[in-house]
């Protein structure tokens, strides 16, 4: 049966290169019906950060993926934090030192000793890498090395073999930057005689101008929190994500958890660097938002009208909302849209102006104002106003249109029409007709 692990360092907050780790992780399981656990390899003592641990099992759970063992849930190969298995790894430590395969060293002059792995003379270490194929590595290039430093705790090339053999992990999937550390982990699979995992080693991720993603690279938002605070919906980014080292065997690329979890081969994950496209992040996650009914577009924005201080009416909420769905890449964009189309100054831009100058708008203009003013403003009668006012000045087409846009938005293109009028209300518009009809009668530009 598979068994795979995320073995994540409760360092800091969850980043895309760990979140593709899990995910790809979580998909391998899936795919061949085997189990996914989570570890925390806490034993870097100082870089713990306080809430880490759960910052990363939070956001994987938002992103859509279950485990079958970790900390929280627990397992029959338990505990699942390193710090928690001292003893075992103590245990094991000793049984090296007892072989002769490694050695004590004292500090100064101090009673604790660190253990460090003695490393063969002359071999080669050869492992097939699920992406990369055969990688070979000579015992040379590897310093006797520690396994357990003189506070007792281990070191992580010595404690992950321990973990993966106990947990009966069968294959490890993880980022490009542990390729040189498979041959210590070799080492101590050989020493104690266990069967070694099969290794996948991912490839790199990197940004526009093809280097490696830094956490400090200011351009590319890169926590999974910060994507979810700026209204990325999980499946998308899961989607995307997965996407970054992996190719589907079919020519389509949105495709759903389950989807992803049918098709996920480890065949096709990719030796080349994958490029982070910010681009297709916001195609796919477009292409999300656009899937949803327009109740649930609503509720998914309604947290970023709130926190900007948006308040309305229900049915002016979802008439807007609805209307402005098509163009929302994600979902704090509905604030700015707001701003831009309900909340800035009522100005004609100067291409605005050419056109009503370019013919005889002032009659339908006035008309649109008395038919407006008499209708009771619901959609319906808003759109049979400007129909009527239409017919009574004789403007059709985009003579018809355009006009009424300019004289109530401002603009020359925007969203819907009357749904436009409508959002605004009766008072800004009639006043907004009235400025322009002051511009077209010359009285001021
Ligand atoms: N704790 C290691 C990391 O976060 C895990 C590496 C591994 O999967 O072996 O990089």
Request: one cysteine or more.
């Amino acid at each position: 049966m598979v068994r795979v692990r995320y073995a994540p360092s409760p360092t800091g907050l969850l980043h895309i290169g760990n979140a593709r780790t899990a995910i790809f992780n979580y998909l391998f399981a899936r795919h061949h019906g085997g189990k996914f656990i989570i570890r925390i390899e806490d034993t870097d003592v100082e870089r713990n950060v306080e809430g880490g641990e759960k910052s990363q099992l939070d956001n994987l759970s938002w992103l859509g993926i279950d485990w079958d063992e970790s900390p929280d849930k627990g397992g029959p190969y338990g505990p699942y934090r390193q710090l928690e298995r001292l003893d075992l790894y103590k245990k094991y430590a000793d049984m090296l030192l007892e072989k002769g395969l490694a050695y004590k060293e004292y500090r100064d002059d101090s009673e604790n000793y660190g253990i460090r792995f003695k490393v063969p003379k002359k071999k080669t270490y050869e492992f097939d890498d699920l992406v990369r194929g055969k990688l070979t590595f000579q015992s040379e290039e590897v310093e006797d090395w520690i396994i357990v430093k003189d506070n007792g705790i281990p070191t992580y090339n010595f404690a992950v073999v321990i973990d993966d053999h106990f947990m009966k992990i069968t294959h490890v999937l993880r980022g490009e930057e542990h390729i040189t550390n498979t041959p210590k982990q070799i080492m101590v699979y050989e020493a104690f005689g266990w069967d070694v995992p099969l290794f996948g080693h991912m490839t790199l991720i990197v940004n526009e101008e093809k280097k490696k993603l830094s956490k400090r690279d200011k351009n590319i938002v890169q926590f999974i929190s910060q994507y979810k605070d700026l209204g990325y919906l999980p499946e998308a980014l899961l989607n995307f994500i997965t996407l970054l080292g992996w190719s589907p065997p079919i020519n389509e690329e949105i495709l759903s958890k389950e989807e992803l979890i049918k098709l996920f081969d480890s065949n096709r994950l990719t030796k080349a660097p994958s490029m982070f496209d910010k681009d297709k992040l916001t195609f796919i996650n477009h292409t999300y938002i656009k899937k949803m009914s327009e109740e649930e577009f609503l509720e998914f924005v309604r947290p970023f009208l709130e926190n900007a201080g948006i308040k309305k009416e229900e049915d002016w909420l979802l008439k807007f909302s609805s209307m402005l769905q098509d163009r929302c890449s994600y979902g704090a964009q509905i604030v700015d849209l707001y701003n831009e189309f309900f909340k800035k100054e009522f100005k004609l831009t100067e291409e605005a102006l050419d056109f009503l100058k370019q013919d005889e708008f002032t009659l339908l203009i006035e008309t649109l104002k008395k038919n407006l003013s008499k209708s009771d403003f619901s959609l319906e009668k808003i759109s049979e106003a400007i129909k009527k006012s239409g017919q009574e000045a004789e403007k059709k087409g985009k003579n018809l249109y355009m006009p009424v846009r300019i004289a109530t938005t401002g603009l020359l293109h925007g969203p819907e029409l009357a749904k436009m009028i409508y959002l605004l209300g009766k008072e800004t518009v009639i006043k907004r007709i009235d400025k322009i009809l002051e511009i077209l009668e010359g009285k001021k530009i």
